[in-house]
C-alpha cells in the first residue's frame, strides 16, 4: 500500500470557474495564485492542498497571536512538553474540525471543483515517532490548547522521521519517509529563535571559581513553529521543533581547493542530527547519534525556554513558578543536567539554589518497565560528549547518595540502585534515575503501571521519596479518534444524546439508556457495516485482498513486538484454521484477522512475525474450504492515518500483551471509543477499560501481572504448557515444520524453539485461556443483540480516557497551572 500515492494516481476534475465564488473560495484562489504560484488552470492537487492550508492557516495565526498575547498580559504559567517523538499524523482535518470550518471549506473548493476529501488524503502523515509514546504527545498538544492552557511542545523536525514500511514478499522492507517532499506549509521557520549547541571539549575554571564549559563542535538549532488549534479554536499553542545547521555551513577555502567533502563535512554533520527517529524502542539503540540528538533537542528547548523567561520575568529565580516542564520518558533527560548548567554555569546560581529550581521545574513520566528499554549511557561516551554535565550528573550523585544514606534502611544494594551510575558491569549513566532525581513528580501512565513502577524499577528512590511517584492514566483526544475518524458514529450520537459529549467526552455515557434499542443497535450496526465496507475498499485497493464487510474484523494494530503478542493471535489463528478445517459442519462465527504494524529495523523477532503473518496470510486466504470463514491481512506501513481508517471498522480489539509489560496503550482506548469489544489481558490500562465498561462487556482472560511474576520465580517451564495443549502443540508443529513457508521449511524453527525453551513473554501459558475467550467471542458475534448492546456499553463507558482528563489532571497535580 502506498501511503503518499504518486501525483498521477490522483485525479481531480479540471476547475470550473466557480459560479458565484464565496469569499473564503476566492482566498484560496489568492492563495493558490499569490503565494503557491500557480495558475488555477495549471494547479494540481498539491498546489490545492497547499493553498488550502495557507487560506485555513491564515485563520489560524489571529488566534494565535492571540493567545500568545493573553499569555504574557497574564503572566501566565506555561507547560512545556519535551519528546523525541510527536506522532502528529495528517493536520488538515483536525484544523477545519477544531475551527468547525469544515464545511465552509469543503463549499468553497467544491465551487472550485476541488474535492477537500481527496486532498485531504494527500497530505503526509507527519510520522515523527514510533508509537503510542509519540502519539500520546500529539494528542497531549491538542488537548493543552483545547483546555486553554499556554503551552509549547519541543521535539525535533526529523527530516525522513519514521521509516514508511513496504512488504515484500512478506517481509518488511524499510524506505524513508519522505514527509517533506513538497514543503510544509503549516511550518514557520524563526531564524530569531536559534542557539549554539555544544558537544565534547573540556571544562575550564573561571576567575571566580566557577567553571565553564568550552566544547570543541558547536551546532546551530533553530526553531521551526507548527500551530496546534484547540477545540472551537479557543487556543492555539505551538509545536517548535529544531533542525540543525553547522555553524560555518561551507568552508570556502577547501571547496575552492576542490575538496568538495571537506567543505561541506561540518554541514553534513549537523544534518545528521536531525535525519531520522531511532526506531529504537526494542533495543537501546547505543549509538552516540541517539545522544547527541537528545542533547541537541534539550539543550535548543531549555535555553529558549530560560530565554523567554528572563525576557518576561527577569529573574531567574522565578523559573519554577512561570515553567512546568514534563519530560516525556527518559529521552529528554539530560536536560536536568542542562538546566543545571544554565543556572550555575551562566546565571551564577549557587548549585543548592539551582538544584531546588531544577527539581521544581520537571516533571518525568515513565513510559516502560522493560529493562532493555531503560535508558543508560556508557560512561565514556557520554563523559567525552558532554564534560561539563558528566560534572553536575556526579555532583547531584553525591547529593543524592549523601540524602540515601542518612536513611537506616538504606544497604549497600539499595545504594547502587539509587545512584545515577551503574557500576555493575561498564560504569553507565541511567536516564531514568537522573530524569527521577531531577523531578518534583514522576508518573506513571496507567494505575498498574504506576504501581509496579513502585515496586520494582523505582522501589529504592519510591522509598527515598515517597511522595513522588503518582499516576495519570493515559488519555486520547476524541477529536481525532472520533469525531474526525468516525463522523457516521458522531452523527449518530449528536441525533442521539445530544451534543455534550463534544465537550465533555464522559457525556458518552448517556448512550447507556439505548444500548438495548434495537432501533438504536441497528443504526449503530450500520454505521460500522459502512466503516467496515470502506476499510474493505481500501485494503482491495492497496493490497488486492477482498473482505466481507459482514464478518468479524478482528484488529491488532501496533508496533510489532514479543510482549505485545502478536504472535499468539497468530498462532491462535493457525490453530483455528485446523479447527474449522477439521469441522467445517460447525456453526463458526466468519471472521477477518487483521494485522498492521512496524517493527524496529534491527529487530529480528518481531520481522520473522510480521513475515509468519503473510505467510499464513497467503496459505489461509487462498483456501478455499475456509474461504467465508477466516481471512487474515497485514496492512502495510502503520501511521496515524491508517489508524484512522482501521479504528473506526473494527469490532474486535486485541489487547494481548504479556500482564505487567504494557504500561498502559492508548490503541485500547481509541478502539473501544469507537465500539470495539476487546479481548485482553489485566494489563495496563485495559483494568481501567474494564473497570470502566464493566466485566461483562470486555472479554479478560490469562495471567495477571502478579502471576506472571509468580510464575517466573517459581521456574516457568513452558514446554509443559505446550504437551498439555493439543491445539497448541499442533499450531506450533505445523509453524516449525514448514506447513506456512514450504519455500523455507525451516523459517519458523527457531521462533518456535523459543517458545518451547524460554518464552519469556508467556505465550504458551496463556493460549488456552485466549483460545476460550475467542470461542466465548465467537458465541456473542452469533447473538447481534448482545454483541451490540456491549458494543454500545463500550462507547458509552470510555469518554473518561479523553487525553483532557489525563491533561487536566497533570494541570492539577503536577504543573499546578489550573
Ligand atoms: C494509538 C497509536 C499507537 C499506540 O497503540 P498501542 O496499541 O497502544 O500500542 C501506535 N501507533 C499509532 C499510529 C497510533 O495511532
Not at 464565496?22 to 492542498?49: C, F, M, N, Q
Not at 524513508?176 to 524563526?190: I, N, Q, S, V, Y
Not at 502495510?636 to 492515518?641: D, R, T
Not at 523459543?754 to 475467542?774: G, H, K, P, S, V
Request: proline share 4%; charged share 25%.
Amino acid at each position: 500500500m502506498q501511503d503518499h500515492p504518486a501525483l498521477s494516481d490522483v485525479t481531480l476534475p479540471d476547475p470550473k470557474p466557480p459560479a458565484a465564488p464565496t469569499p473564503l473560495a476566492e482566498r484560496i484562489v489568492a492563495s493558490l495564485t499569490y503565494r503557491v504560484g500557480k495558475d488555477v488552470r495549471a494547479a494540481r492537487p498539491h498546489d490545492w492542498l497547499a493553498a488550502t492550508i495557507l487560506t485555513v492557516r491564515d485563520q489560524i495565526i489571529d488566534r494565535w497571536m492571540a493567545s500568545t498575547r493573553s499569555a504574557h498580559g497574564a503572566g501566565a504559567k506555561r507547560v512545556y512538553y519535551l519528546s523525541l517523538e510527536f506522532l502528529i499524523g495528517r493536520l488538515l482535518r483536525d484544523a477545519l474540525t477544531n475551527l468547525g470550518m469544515n464545511e465552509e471549506v469543503r463549499e468553497a473548493l467544491a465551487s472550485l471543483g476541488v474535492d477537500l476529501a481527496a486532498i485531504e488524503e494527500i497530505e503526509p502523515d507527519a510520522a515523527l515517532g514510533n508509537g503510542g509514546l509519540g502519539r500520546l504527545a500529539a494528542c497531549f498538544m491538542e488537548s493543552l490548547a483545547s483546555l486553554d492552557l499556554p503551552a509549547y511542545g519541543y521535539g525535533i523536525r526529523y527530516v525522513n522521521g519514521m521509516f514508511r514500511q513496504r512488504i515484500d514478499d512478506g517481509w518488511q522492507v524499510e524506505l524513508p519517509e519522505t514527509w517533506l517532499a513538497h514543503g510544509d506549509p503549516w511550518e514557520f521557520e524563526r531564524r530569531e529563535s536559534s542557539y549554539h549547541i555544544g558537544f565534547g571539549g573540556e571544562v575550564v575554571s573561571t576567575d571566580t571559581g566557577g567553571a565553564k564549559w568550552r566544547p570543541a563542535e558547536r551546532v546551530i538549532a533553530t526553531a521551526v513553529d507548527t500551530p496546534v488549534v484547540g477545540w472551537r479554536g479557543v487556543r492555539v499553542n505551538t509545536l517548535r521543533l529544531w533542525t540543525a545547521q553547522a555553524v560555518d555551513p561551507l568552508k570556502l577555502e577547501a571547496f575552492n581547493a576542490g575538496d568538495y567533502a571537506a567543505a561541506l563535512a561540518d554541514s553534513n554533520r549537523a544534518e545528521q542530527l536531525t535525519r531520522v527517529l531511532y526506531p529504537a524502542d526494542a533495543h537501546p539503540a547505543g549509538q552516540e547519534l541517539r545522544l547527541r540528538q537528545e542533547y541537541f533537542f534539550s539543550s535548543a528547548s531549555l535555553q529558549d525556554v530560560v530565554r523567554r523567561h528572563m525576557q518576561y520575568f527577569g529573574d531567574i529565580r522565578t523559573l519554577a513558578d512561570k515553567a512546568a516542564i514534563q519530560l516525556n520518558d527518559t529521552h529528554p533527560a539530560v536536560s536536568v543536567a542542562e538546566l543545571m548548567r544554565l543556572l550555575v554555569d551562566v546565571h551564577d546560581l549557587e548549585f543548592d539554589e539551582a538544584w531546588r529550581i531544577t527539581q521544581a521545574t520537571f516533571g518525568y513520566t515513565n513510559h516502560t518497565l522493560l529493562p532493555e528499554a531503560l535508558e543508560t549511557w556508557p560512561l565514556p561516551m557520554f563523559e567525552r560528549l558532554l564534560p561539563r554535565h558528566m560534572q553536575l550528573i556526579y555532583a547531584i550523585n553525591a547529593r543524592l547518595l549523601r540524602e540515601a544514606r542518612s536513611r537506616p534502611w538504606a544497604d549497600d544494594r539499595a545504594i547502587s540502585a539509587i545512584s545515577l551510575i551503574d557500576e555493575s558491569g561498564e560504569r553507565r549513566v541511567r536516564m531514568a534515575n537522573l530524569a527521577f532525581a531531577g523531578a518534583h513528580s514522576v508518573n506513571g501512565v496507567a494505575a498498574l503501571h504506576t504501581r509496579l513502577m513502585k515496586q520494582t524499577v523505582f522501589a529504592d528512590l519510591h522509598r527515598l521519596y515517597p511522595e513522588r511517584i503518582n499516576n495519570k492514566t493515559n488519555g486520547i483526544t476524541p477529536r481525532r479518534w472520533l469525531q474526525q475518524c468516525n463522523p457516521a458514529l458522531t452523527g449518530l450520537l449528536r441525533e442521539t444524546i445530544g451534543d455534550a459529549f463534544l465537550d465533555r467526552t464522559e457525556a458518552t455515557s448517556a448512550l447507556e439508556a439505548h444500548a438495548d434499542e434495537g432501533d438504536f443497535q441497528a443504526r449503530f450496526a450500520a454505521v460500522k457495516r459502512a466503516n467496515k465496507a470502506a476499510l474493505s475498499d481500501h485494503i482491495r485497493r492497496h493490497i488486492a485482498v477482498r473482505l466481507d464487510p459482514d464478518a468479524m474484523f478482528d484488529v491488532q494494530i501496533k508496533r510489532i513486538h514479543e510482549y505485545k503478542r502478536q504472535l499468539l493471535n497468530i498462532v491462535e489463528t493457525v490453530a483455528l484454521y485446523d479447527d474449522i478445517r477439521s469441522h467445517p459442519e460447525r456453526d463458526w462465527a466468519p471472521r477477518v484477522k487483521i494485522f498492521a504494524g512496524k517493527a524496529a529495523s534491527s529487530y529480528h523477532n518481531a520481522k520473522l512475525i510480521i513475515k509468519l503473518a503473510n505467510d499464513v496470510a497467503r496459505r489461509v486466504n487462498a483456501d478455499t474450504s475456509t474461504q467465508d470463514l477466516l481471512k487474515l491481512v497485514f496492512v502495510p506501513n502503520y501511521n496515524v492515518s491508517l489508524a484512522e481508517r482501521i479504528v473506526p471498522a473494527a469490532d474486535l480489539s486485541e489487547q494481548i500483551s504479556t500482564a505487567g509489560m504494557e504500561a498502559s496503550g492508548t490503541g485500547n482506548m481509541k478502539l473501544a471509543l469507537n465500539g470495539a469489544l476487546t479481548i485482553g489481558t489485566l494489563d495496563g490500562a485495559n483494568i481501567e477499560i474494564r473497570d470502566r465498561v464493566g466485566p461483562d462487556n470486555i472479554f479478560i482472560f490469562g495471567l495477571t501481572a502478579d502471576e506472571v511474576a509468580g510464575r517466573r520465580q517459581a521456574g516457568y517451564h513452558p514446554a509443559d504448557c505446550i504437551a498439555q495443549s493439543r491445539e497448541l502443540s499442533q499450531a506450533l508443529t505445523a509453524i516449525a515444520s514448514g506447513v506456512f513457508s514450504p519455500d523455507d521449511p525451516a523459517r519458523y524453527s527457531g521462533l518456535v524453539a523459543e517458545l518451547y525453551n524460554d518464552d519469556r513473554f508467556m505465550l504458551c501459558a496463556d493460549f488456552d485461556a485466549y483460545t476460550r475467550a475467542q470461542r466465548e467471542v465467537d458465541a456473542l458475534w452469533r447473538t447481534p443483540a448482545a454483541w451490540w448492546s456491549k458494543a454500545i456499553r463500550n462507547t458509552a463507558g470510555v469518554g473518561w480516557f479523553s487525553s483532557d482528563r489525563t491533561i487536566s489532571e497533570y494541570a492539577r497535580d503536577i504543573w499546578e497551572v489550573m
